[in-house]
C-alpha cells in the first residue's frame, strides 16, 4: 500500500532531524538537553513543555536513524489508513501515553525508596536535595539494597526518543495489517505482525520490569515502550469500536 512518504510522516521526519541538528550544534549538546529532554518530574531540571518535546529529542545517530527508519516504514502506511489530521493525534497521544507510564514507572522506583530512608529517619527535603545536586548520601546505600538503583537512577533519569509514539503505530499497523510479515534484522525470519507485535511489546515489559536488555540499549525507557503500544491499542479499539468513524479523518 505504502508509495512514497506521506505529509505527516514526511513533516514528523523533517522535524527530529533538524532537532538532532540542534541538539549538536547549540551547547555542545547539553543545552539542548537540558530545555527539551523529558526530566523526572521532581528533579528541578523539569519543565512542563518537555513532556512533547523529549519526542523529538535522540541520544545519538543510530537512535534516531532506527526511529525514523520505523515511522517511514510503519507510518507511511498508517497514515494512508488514518489521513493526516487523524495520525498527528494518534501519533502525539501514543507519545504522552508513552511519557505517562514512564514517569509513572519512575515514580514507583523513587517513592519506593523516599518512603524507606524516611522511615529510617531521613529528611525528605535533605534527601531531594541531595539528589538535586547530582549526589547521593553514602548512608543511603546500605538502607536501600537492591532499591538504592532504581531510586537513585529515578530522579536522574532523562527520556528522549520518539520510540513510544512509535511503538503506537506499530500497534495500529499490527491490527491494521494482522497478516503482513515482519522480520528483525538479526533475526531474518518473516513473522506475522500479529505474532510479531505482541511479541516485541512482551520483551519490553520484561526488560522494563527486570532491568534485563534482550535485545536494546540498557538505557532504554522500556516502560515508554509499553506506554505507547498500550496507547496505541486502547485508542484502536476505541476507534474501531465507533464504526462511524471506522479509521479515517479526511
Same mark, same amino acid.
Given at each position: 500500500m505504502r508509495q512514497g512518504i506521506t505529509e505527516a510522516v514526511k513533516h514528523l521526519l523533517i522535524i527530529n532531524v533538524l532537532m538532532f541538528i540542534g541538539t549538536l550544534a547549540i551547547g555542545n549538546g547539553q543545552s539542548f538537553y537540558q530545555w527539551f529532554a523529558l526530566y523526572f518530574p521532581k528533579n528541578p531540571m523539569f519543565q512542563p513543555w518537555q513532556v512533547l518535546t523529549h519526542m523529538f529529542m535522540h541520544g545519538n545517530v543510530t537512535h534516531i536513524l532506527f526511529n525514523m527508519f &520505523?515511522?517511514?516504514? +510503519? #507510518?507511511?502506511?498508517? $497514515?494512508q489508513v488514518f489521513g493526516m489530521r487523524k495520525f498527528i493525534v494518534f501519533y502525539l497521544l501514543c507519545g504522552f501515553g508513552a511519557a505517562i507510564i514512564q514517569v509513572a514507572f519512575l515514580y514507583f522506583q523513587f517513592n519506593t525508596g523516599l518512603e524507606t530512608l524516611i522511615e529510617s529517619g531521613f529528611s525528605q527535603t535533605d534527601i531531594v536535595s541531595v539528589l538535586s545536586d547530582g549526589q547521593y548520601d553514602k548512608r543511603w546505600v546500605p538502607v536501600l539494597g537492591d532499591k +538504592? $538503583? #532504581? +531510586?537513585?537512577? &529515578?530522579?536522574n533519569a532523562t527520556m528522549v526518543g520518539a520510540s513510544g509514539a512509535i511503538m503506537g503505530i506499530l500497534v495500529a499497523f499490527g491490527m491494521l495489517f494482522p497478516e503482513s510479515k515482519l522480520m528483525l534484522i538479526f533475526l531474518p525470519i518473516p513473522i506475522k505482525a500479529k505474532y510479531f507485535i505482541p511479541a516485541i511489546i512482551a520483551l519490553d515489559l520484561f526488560s522494563g520490569l527486570t532491568g534485563q536488555s534482550i535485545f536494546s540499549p540498557s538505557n532504554t525507557a522500556y516502560m515508554a515502550h509499553v506506554g505507547g503500544a498500550l496507547t496505541g491499542f486502547l485508542l484502536m479499539y476505541f476507534w474501531k469500536k465507533n464504526e462511524r468513524d471506522k479509521y479515517r479523518w479526511n
Open positions: &520505523a515511522l517511514w516504514m +510503519f #507510518g507511511t502506511t498508517v $497514515e +538504592f $538503583e #532504581g +531510586f537513585a537512577s &529515578a530522579f
